[in-house]
Nanobody, 118 residues
């Protein structure tokens, strides 16, 4: 099992920045990639960004490219999501997730609320 704990959410004005953190514990040696997803009220959970745990390759949703940056600290088993130029439409609960090499995302954090006021 892998446990994930997110932190760093909050209320910010449009144009501002926040950094989310996700600390992994447990069987972290089994983690191949970690990602961030978000779910706005009344909408489905959407992919935001992910990162390969060993090589560090990243991918982003088109809606956040150029504004969000995902990174990891292997020594701390932590992944970050730096969010800049935030917009009202970025308001959502943000979830951290982890997966093995051949698996879909199986481990999820509890979520952290990000609210962007316009």
């Amino acid at each position: 099992q892998v446990q994930l704990v997110e932190s760093g959410g909050g209320l910010v004005q449009a144009g501002g920045s926040l950094r989310l953190s996700c600390a992994a514990s447990g069987r972290t040696f089994s983690v191949y990639a970690m990602g961030w997803f978000r779910q706005a009220p009344g909408k489905e959970r959407d992919f935001v960004a992910d990162i390969n745990w060993s090589g560090g390759s990243t991918s982003y949703a088109d809606s956040v490219k150029g504004r969000f940056t995902i990174s990891r600290d292997n020594a701390k088993n932590t992944v970050y999501l730096q969010m800049n130029s935030l917009k009202a439409e970025d308001t959502a609960v943000y979830y951290c997730a982890a997966r093995g090499r051949m698996n879909s995302y199986a481990y999820w954090g509890q979520g952290t609320q990000v609210t962007v006021s316009s």
